[in-house]
């Protein structure tokens, strides 16, 4: 299936959510080992700069 997303987040999680759903009932697909890891965040490079502009 190709989709074309019109640049909403919203609709997109929508038409997916109603994709996965449907697949489901007509147990087609599969379902993949996927694991999202949190990954550690970065101090901002200018953090704690005594800079009086924006950095």
């Not at 299936?1 to 009932?25: F, H, I, N, P, T």
Request: charged share 15%; proline share 7%; aromatic share 2%.
């Amino acid at each position: 299936m190709v989709y074309k997303s019109v640049g909403s987040a919203v609709q997109d999680l929508a038409v997916a959510a109603m994709c996965v759903r449907r697949a489901g009932e007509l147990s087609l697909g599969i379902i993949l080992p996927i694991t999202i890891s949190p990954v550690a965040q970065r101090a901002h490079p200018c953090a704690g700069s005594s800079l009086t502009r924006p950095c």
